[in-house]
Nanobody, 127 residues
Framework: QVRLVESGGGLVQAGGSLRLSCAASGRTFSNVPMGWFRQAPGKEREFVAGINWNGGSTTYADSVKGRFTISRDNAKNTVYLQMNSLRPEDTAVYYC????????????????????WGQGTQVTVSS
């Protein structure tokens, strides 16, 4: 059974930092892009960051550029999202996702391109 499990969410004050992790099990995703998305209350899920298979290419939403960093450790089958300078508007449920059909391809920025999803982890930033 393929699973993506996020962890590391929590409550943090504005200006603080959190590091999210996404551990994959059941199969390896070392050759496909991975992404982080988020969904705030009453809003649609949106792309946050993506990384290609070997970490050589990353892409970010404009709203998080310069504050968030995506990385991966293929030996651990894990993807990370380092979030710094957090703002109240970053409050959301954060999901990781894998584009399993895109072998060593470019990072897609659309939700529909990703086939596997985690259950999400809540991030709350207080002002």
């Amino acid at each position: 059974q393929v699973r993506l499990v996020e962890s590391g969410g929590g409550l943090v004050q504005a200006g603080g930092s959190l590091r999210l992790s996404c551990a994959a099990s059941g199969r390896t995703f070392s050759n496909v892009p991975m992404g982080w998305f988020r969904q705030a209350p009453g809003k649609e899920r949106e792309f946050v960051a993506g990384i290609n298979w070997n970490g050589g290419s990353t892409t970010y939403a404009d709203s998080v550029k310069g504050r968030f960093t995506i990385s991966r450790d293929n030996a651990k089958n894990t993807v990370y999202l380092q979030m710094n300078s957090l703002r109240p508007e970053d409050t959301a449920v954060y999901y990781c996702a894998a584009d399993r059909h895109n072998w060593r391809g470019v990072v897609p920025g659309t939700e529909g391109a990703y086939e596997y999803w985690g259950q999400g982890t809540q991030v709350t930033v207080s002002s």
